[in-house]
């Protein structure tokens, strides 16, 4: 069949050599250390020409990684003055933080937030081109990318909360999207993690995987993708690049029909600006390791919310068990506010495995279910913001109003 688009990736983004800055870009200054100016930010492509104020912020975490975090307030705002609630916005899988303000401002979460008056942060996590590398490890090292959605749930999100919860002391909101959500939950069993969160709004959430229906993802899944990916000697996934262009190319055959690619990967989506395609891929995608790919296989594969399996051997001598431990859902605590919405036409987040979610959960979420939405409408619909987001602060704010915040 002919080469299928490569602008088509986008959705799978969501589910699944990137310009790092470099170390002459990371400068401090005495009242902020992790305050950082680079003319290749996501504040000074995305942000600022907006007319929204952004301020770009660098963490380091406990294995090395130096993490991007912009802070933004609307054209009515004052970063220098006290603002409203924290929020955090955490992006997808091959996504960034610029994945929240790709559409216009009257649609994009990242700017509607900030004009409702939040304290906006949005975190962007190893690997992703606003973020700013590692403290000795570069990225064409392959211990660089020796990582999974595991280290981004208890390293780069842990810090990014810790790192605002020092800045503003308070209690943070934390909104994901696909991976967001993933790493979300697991990072929320953690008790020294969960302490910092006010609440937790979660757009397509996943902890489980095994319902998958996408049938090109389940493609790549039989086939064994990312061992194939591991054979040619590759860590970092790169969807810029032609050789995994090339090899995603070559599941489309007769076992699986691309002809609609979006829906192949994501189910159909209902809502998003497909003519704004070109300009997302300004942005998108954003590089991601062999070893997540691997990680989120194996949930499809064993059904499980769990750790890295390293296999018998290495998990015995890593986790002192043969099996990795998994992340134990009712161990966030019952009194955490939490809110979720899904979609009927999402076959990456299947509400079969969202159910799972929310009967090992001990609190009860409250629920947005939206029977025509995809995988990437809960990002990109040009609707979100009545069908969704309108929901989510009011959410938020009957949280602001019963607290003493």
């Given at each position: 069949?002919?080469?299928?688009?490569?602008?088509?990736?986008?959705?799978?983004?969501?589910?699944?050599?990137?310009?790092?800055?470099?170390?002459?870009?990371?400068?401090?200054?005495?009242?902020?250390?992790?305050?950082?100016?680079?003319?290749?930010?996501?504040?000074?492509?995305?942000?600022?020409?907006?007319?929204?104020?952004?301020?770009?912020?660098?963490?380091?975490?406990?294995?090395?990684?130096?993490?991007?975090?912009?802070?933004?307030?609307?054209?009515?705002?004052?970063?220098?003055?006290?603002?409203?609630?924290?929020?955090?916005?955490?992006?997808?899988?091959?996504?960034?933080?610029?994945?929240?303000?790709?559409?216009?401002?009257?649609?994009?979460?990242?700017?509607?937030?900030?004009?409702?008056?939040?304290?906006?942060?949005?975190?962007?996590?190893?690997?992703?081109?606003?973020?700013?590398?590692?403290?000795?490890?570069?990225?064409?090292?392959?211990?660089?990318?020796?990582?999974?959605?595991?280290?981004?749930?208890?390293?780069?999100?842990?810090?990014?909360?810790?790192?605002?919860?020092?800045?503003?002391?308070?209690?943070?909101?934390?909104?994901?999207?696909?991976?967001?959500?993933?790493?979300?939950?697991?990072?929320?069993?953690?008790?020294?993690?969960?302490?910092?969160?006010?609440?937790?709004?979660?757009?397509?959430?996943?902890?489980?995987?095994?319902?998958?229906?996408?049938?090109?993802?389940?493609?790549?899944?039989?086939?064994?993708?990312?061992?194939?990916?591991?054979?040619?000697?590759?860590?970092?996934?790169?969807?810029?690049?032609?050789?995994?262009?090339?090899?995603?190319?070559?599941?489309?055959?007769?076992?699986?029909?691309?002809?609609?690619?979006?829906?192949?990967?994501?189910?159909?989506?209902?809502?998003?600006?497909?003519?704004?395609?070109?300009?997302?891929?300004?942005?998108?995608?954003?590089?991601?390791?062999?070893?997540?790919?691997?990680?989120?296989?194996?949930?499809?594969?064993?059904?499980?919310?769990?750790?890295?399996?390293?296999?018998?051997?290495?998990?015995?001598?890593?986790?002192?068990?043969?099996?990795?431990p998994a992340f134990d859902l009712s161990s966030i605590p019952k009194s955490l506010p939490m809110?979720?919405?899904?979609?009927?036409?999402?076959?990456?987040?299947?509400?079969?495995?969202?159910?799972?979610?929310?009967?090992?959960?001990?609190?009860?979420?409250?629920?947005?279910?939206?029977?025509?939405?995809?995988?990437?409408?809960?990002?990109?619909?040009?609707?979100?913001?009545?069908?969704?987001?309108?929901?989510?602060?009011?959410?938020?704010?009957?949280?602001?109003?019963?607290?003493?915040?």
């Open positions: 069949m002919d080469k299928f688009p490569a602008f088509l990736l986008l959705p799978f983004l969501c589910f699944f050599h990137s310009l790092f800055l470099s170390d002459a870009d990371v400068t401090g200054n005495s009242s902020d250390p992790g305050l950082t100016l680079s003319a290749e930010s996501l504040c000074a492509q995305l942000i600022e020409p907006n007319g929204y104020f952004c301020t770009e912020h660098t963490v380091q975490t406990k294995d090395g990684y130096l993490l991007a975090l912009q802070r933004i307030s609307s054209p009515s705002g004052d970063l220098k003055v006290q603002q409203g609630h924290p929020v955090l916005l955490q992006h997808g899988l091959f996504m960034a933080g610029d994945a929240w303000f790709l559409d216009s401002t009257e649609q994009s979460l990242g700017f509607i937030l900030a004009d409702q008056g939040f304290d906006v942060w949005v975190g962007n996590v190893r690997g992703t081109r606003w973020s700013h590398g590692h403290i000795s490890l570069l990225d064409t090292d392959k211990e660089f990318w020796e990582w999974s959605w595991q280290e981004l749930a208890l390293y780069d999100l842990a810090e990014m909360l810790h790192y605002i919860h020092a800045i503003t002391s308070s209690k943070i909101f934390i909104v994901g999207h696909s991976q967001g959500t993933i790493m979300s939950l697991a990072a929320l069993t953690q008790p020294d993690i969960v302490e910092m969160v006010e609440a937790a709004a979660l757009l397509s959430p996943i902890s489980y995987l095994e319902h998958v229906s996408a049938p090109l993802v389940l493609r790549m899944v039989a086939m064994h993708l990312d061992q194939m990916v591991l054979a040619l000697g590759l860590h970092q996934l790169n969807f810029r690049s032609d050789v995994l262009v090339n090899l995603v190319d070559s599941l489309c055959d007769d076992h699986v029909d691309c002809t609609d690619f979006l829906s192949s990967i994501t189910g159909q989506n209902c809502c998003f600006n497909k003519t704004r395609m070109n300009f997302y891929l300004e942005y998108e995608p954003h590089p991601s390791s062999v070893k997540n790919l691997r990680h989120l296989f194996q949930m499809i594969r064993q059904g499980t919310f769990s750790q890295y399996d390293y296999g018998i051997l290495k998990n015995l001598l890593i986790y002192g068990q043969f099996k990795p809110w979720m919405s899904f979609g009927g036409n999402d076959a990456l987040a299947d509400a079969t495995d969202v159910q799972r979610t929310l009967e090992e959960l001990s609190s009860k979420p409250e629920l947005l279910y939206l029977d025509n939405y995809g995988h990437i409408d809960f990002l990109l619909s040009v609707q979100a913001n009545r069908d969704i987001y309108d929901h989510m602060i009011g959410f938020f704010r009957s949280l602001e109003k019963s607290s003493s915040y």
